[in-house]
């Protein structure tokens, strides 16, 4: 080992980081402690060198030089912290011997961050970049790259905001809109994301992928390595929480990382620096155990904060699940099963519309394809009481009792035609006019008055039409996750407080058991199949959703006519 300054005692930081999870002093992850014993254990190896010199100035500089940008922390430099020093003094100190250069090199080339949000990982990067900015190597190629635009222009805004602060007036460096630049030893750094046109034909000398989680596939990744291919000392940094994406890029990424850290594949360039859970259980049953997936947790992730997130986790599921993957790491399918079978099924009195006699309803649809099921529902309230009373109807068209996988997933539509559930329609096609009918029946025999109804936009005109026949006014509800997202989590909450009442309605108990949450990286939900199983019938559950969206937009006004 060479060059190696005691740090407090220890000889580098990376033996004082390992030394100090042994003792207990620091929680760790058993995928970290095992990357970290391997580590340790090379620091005697032939095969390599540990040369801090050049890790040492870089933190020297960081702490010094790197100035942040966002409150309580502006205009004050780093403050690293001792996984952040271990772990920039293993990229830059381990050597390794190159025959083809005939000299000492850098061992790591392509180092993975897995860790949890909020943990300070892009300022901690940002800082990186904007040490090789101002004293780095000259003429170097730096690339700030994400999934999108937004995300990779966080990381190197956050680079230009260092350098302006230290040079304000632009007298050694300079930006535009495409690149930051050290005017002095030609050094640049730009950003790059999916959408940027000619990935191909750069010359990177490093790349920062920030949340490779989003990314479907290796497009970015693969144009930044062929990039530095040319390079004797290149480096790409994939730092990234976990994420939704089922077999993007992210999971055959993770999938290699821990081949690599189990010795199932040697490579000895790779870095798999990894801050995971050793289980889900132990999120529920240990807070010490948040420091796993949570490193920064205290001296910049709050307590207060993560303590919320959790306690909302065991009583809200997409919470749970957004919290779960983006808080401790613990990947989640992006479309789990989304309610448990006592939240939907519990006991409820039965109601008549008889009840509802001259009252003013909110209706809602999910026309489907004309050959497949269709839903419709009505949303029903009393005064002085909180529940929602659903009524609902279901047609299908008289081929898919004969030619649907249906009846192996639950279905049951000959009982449940016979039950007044369901009305079977003649031939290939449910005849859409007559759902628009089965609103001005509840009229006229009820004398129940539709408020208001929520449609997506296909296959609806010859339902707008009967609508409009009739003097029904509707409202397209568009089904994506940004519209849809809100009202399924109000109807989560208010079947888990019992304030859903659908008089125990078979089709819509089959439907909502159907039915899966699929989750975005930004917390959105959206209703689909669990495991994209066609024959796991969703389409009252959708419409239960797009009522609540009416419901949402109408609430004020139609509690109005609530007597």
Known sequence: MANLKPVNNYPNYLVEYRERIRSGEIVAGRELITELDKLVEDLND????????????RIAFMENLC??????????????????????????????????????????????????????????????AHTDLRIGDGGQDIVCTSNDDRQASLLWNEVDGMRKRIDPKGKWTHKNMSQIENLTNDTKIFKLSSKTHNKDGRNID??????????????????????????????????????????????????????VLND????????????????????WQNEKSWYKSNPSLGAVKKWSYLR??????????????????????????????????????????????????????????????????ANAKILLMKP??????IHSHYWIPESKLRNSDDKEAGANYVEWAKEGLLTIHEGNEVDISKIADWFFDLYKNYDIRLFKCGYDQRYAKTFLDRMND?????????????????????VEADLKSRLINYCQNAMDKWCLGNAAMEMDNYGNVMCVKVNNQKEKRIDGAVTLIILYEVFRRCRNDFMMTVK
């Open 264 to 283: 199932e594949i040697e490579d000895d360039t790779f870095l798999p620096w990894l801050y995971t859970q050793d289980s889900e259980n132990e999120v």
């Open 308 to 373: 919320g997130e959790v306690a909302k986790s065991k009583i809200d599921k997409s919470t749970r699940m957004h919290t779960l993957c983006k808080d401790f790491d613990i990947k989640q399918n992006n479309a789990q099963a989304w309610l448990m079978l006592e939240d939907y099924d519990y006991p409820t009195p039965v109601f008549d519309l008889e009840d509802f006699r001259g009252a003013v309803c909110l209706g809602a649809v999910d026309l489907a394809a004309t050959t497949d099921l």
């Open 206 to 259: 490093k790349a920062y992928f920030d949340e490779s989680h989003d990314a479907q596939d290796d497009e970015i990744a693969a144009a930044c390595q062929k990039s530095m291919s040319v390079k004797e000392e290149p480096m790409f940094i994939n730092l990234t929480t976990e994420g939704f994406v089922n077999d993007g890029y992210l999971d055959n990424k993770l999938i290699y990382a821990r081949k």
């Open 67 to 128: 100035l942040q940008s966002k409150k309580p922390y502006y205009m004050k430099p780093l403050k690293l912290l001792l996984w952040q020093k271990a772990f920039i003094e293993v990229i830059y100190s381990f050597k390794k011997y190159s025959d083809e250069l005939g000299r000492w090199i850098r061992r790591f080339q392509d180092i993975m961050l897995l860790i949890a949000r909020k943990n300070g990982k892009t300022t901690l990067m940002a800082a990186d």
């Open 46 to 57: 032939s095969r390599y060198r540990y040369d801090t010199s050049e890790a040492h100035m």
């Open 470 to 490: 009739y003097g029904f006014e509707c409202e397209m509800i568009y089904q994506n996750r940004f519209v849809m997202s809100p009202p399924m989590k109000l």
């Open 384 to 389: 002085g009481d909180k529940t929602k009373y």
